[in-house]
């Protein structure tokens, strides 16, 4: 049974699918505004103005799914507890997922060799998403 990380960018969505696109070469496979659901939020669910926030997206990173959302857009998104580890092909490809990962972002263990790995470190993006890199032995 796969498990499918579902992450809630309150109100940044569009702009992470791009970004991701850049980053990572991610595809975004699905993209649901507001505006084009069949039936509207519940009244007060997100604020008014919300019509052209995504109401539900999936993307994908190689062979994983990812989906995404403005979830409430309230302008706060929150990420902790977790992080998205990524494995590279090789240290080139792991050296340019990193550095374009934390663009904008906080390096929280820089990349380098391990006693686990060819490369690995970690990164909150420009959103705080958490990131580990891994090019495995």
Request: with cysteine.
């Amino acid at each position: 049974m796969p498990v499918t990380p579902y992450l809630f960018f309150d109100g940044r969505c569009e702009e992470a699918l791009d970004f991701y696109k850049k980053a990572l070469g991610a595809k975004v496979e699905m993209m649901m505004r507001y505006k084009e659901s069949p039936e509207p939020p519940p009244p007060g669910m997100v604020p008014p103005g919300s019509e052209n926030k995504i109401m539900h997206s999936c993307f994908r990173v190689g062979d994983a799914p990812v989906m995404a959302s403005d979830g409430c857009a309230q302008g706060k998104p929150k990420f902790e507890g977790f992080s998205l580890s990524v494995n590279a092909k090789d240290e080139a490809d792991a050296d340019r997922m990193f550095k374009a990962l934390s663009d904008g972002g906080e390096v929280r263990m820089p990349l380098g060799k391990t006693f686990f790995a060819k490369r690995f470190g970690m990164v909150a993006d420009r959103f705080g998403v958490g990131w580990m890199v891994i090019v495995e032995p």
